[in-house]
């Protein structure tokens, strides 16, 4: 009989508990199972599979390049049922299946939400749910299956062989700050006038701090005063209202806020700001009407930015 055919859940949990801890014996007290039993039952999906999954050492089990792939196809399997699970209560109680939205603080506050309205008006008993996150933490989301799309900055994406994505519209980057700020009585800032006052910025590794770190670079300065890094716009709007400090945000995220007066992008032109806000969602053989007509309102919505 093939492995495949033998494989539970359970296995597929108890797979990914021995690649986290590395220890047969947490993992059988944890699955309340016993370390003999546990280490048979490895072996036995090893010698099924043809090849080792983990390697034994005398700290305890370190996956093997294939026990990693097992592992991802684990999670991804877990995160499907899980879906599935959600979407056939949301059914029982008659609505439709459950779409998945994740979206970086950074796209328009605007954007993601007029895309939404417009979907549910076309699709009455669809339901949503909205997820919020840096890039990188959503794109993982996304791959193990536990969102359906993201929308976010792309500016450092890299393609994956397991995602498709779309550019939705172009996007510069401002520097923020409250509009009783010292500097917004200033014309043609310099670095050296912002380098006076620090700094909230976002986590390393994010889109836009990457571009704000390669403008910075390309400028030949150095490196933004940071006194907070903070992914979080709701507490970046907080501080900065009360502070002087300085922030960076995306040119229709800083309009959006500023024409509510929370804040005023300084006169200050930042060579090689240039980005861009997409979308990712995985790469599948089956057609998702549903997801695909969610695609359609993010790209019509893209044409009418001006609108809101």
């Given amino acids: 009989m093939s492995w495949t055919r033998q494989l539970r859940l359970k296995h597929l949990q108890l797979l990914i508990e021995l690649s986290e801890s590395g220890s047969l014996s947490d993992v059988a007290r944890s699955s309340h199972s016993t370390q003999p039993s546990l280490s048979k039952w490895l072996?036995?999906?090893?010698?099924?599979?043809?090849?080792?999954?983990?390697e034994r050492h005398a700290r305890g089990l370190r996956p093997t390049a294939l026990g990693d792939l097992m592992v991802a196809h684990a999670r991804r399997m877990l995160s499907e049922v899980q879906r599935t699970e959600q979407d056939l209560h949301s059914v029982m109680q008659g609505g439709n299946r459950i779409l998945a939205v994740g979206t970086s603080?950074?796209?328009?506050?605007?954007?993601?939400?007029?895309a939404i309205m417009q979907f549910l008006r076309q699709q009455p008993r669809a339901r949503i749910r909205?997820?919020?996150?840096?890039?990188?933490?959503?794109?993982?989301?996304?791959?193990?299956?536990?969102?359906?799309?993201?929308?976010?900055?792309?500016d450092n994406y890299k393609p994956r062989p397991t995602l498709?994505?779309?550019?939705?519209?172009?996007?510069?980057?401002?520097?923020?700050?409250?509009?009783?700020?010292?500097?917004?009585?200033?014309?043609?800032?310099?670095?050296?006038?912002?380098?006076?006052?620090e700094w909230i910025v976002w986590p390393d590794g994010t889109p836009i701090r990457s571009k704000l770190d390669n403008s910075l670079t390309a400028a030949g300065q150095k490196p933004a005063p940071l006194r907070v890094e903070s992914s979080s716009q709701i507490a970046n709007l907080w501080m900065i209202k009360y502070?002087?400090?300085?922030?960076?945000?995306?040119?229709?995220v800083a309009r959006h806020f500023t024409e509510r007066g929370l804040v005023?992008?300084?006169?200050?032109?930042?060579?090689?700001?240039?980005?861009?806000v997409g979308i990712c969602w995985r790469d599948e053989a089956a057609t998702d009407a549903?997801?695909?007509?969610?695609?359609?309102?993010?790209?019509?919505?893209?044409?009418?930015?001006?609108?809101?």
């Fill in 264 to 276: 005023v992008p300084l006169d200050m032109d930042i060579e090689h700001a240039e980005g861009n």
């Fill in 290 to 308: 549903l997801l695909n007509e969610l695609l359609d309102c993010f790209s019509q919505q893209a044409n009418h930015l001006d609108e809101y």
């Fill in 105 to 114: 603080p950074a796209a328009a506050p605007s954007f993601v939400p007029a």
């Fill in 243 to 252: 502070s002087d400090m300085l922030s960076i945000s995306s040119e229709r």
């Fill in 130 to 154: 909205v997820e919020e996150g840096t890039m990188n933490q959503m794109l993982e989301q996304l791959e193990l299956g536990k969102l359906d799309l993201v929308v976010g900055r792309m």
């Fill in 164 to 197: 498709r994505s779309a550019i939705l519209y172009d996007e510069r980057l401002k520097v923020v700050a409250r509009p009783d700020h010292p500097l917004t009585h200033k014309s043609s800032l310099s670095w050296e006038d912002l380098y006076q006052y």
């Fill in 43 to 54: 072996k036995e999906l090893e010698d099924d599979i043809g090849a080792p999954l983990f």
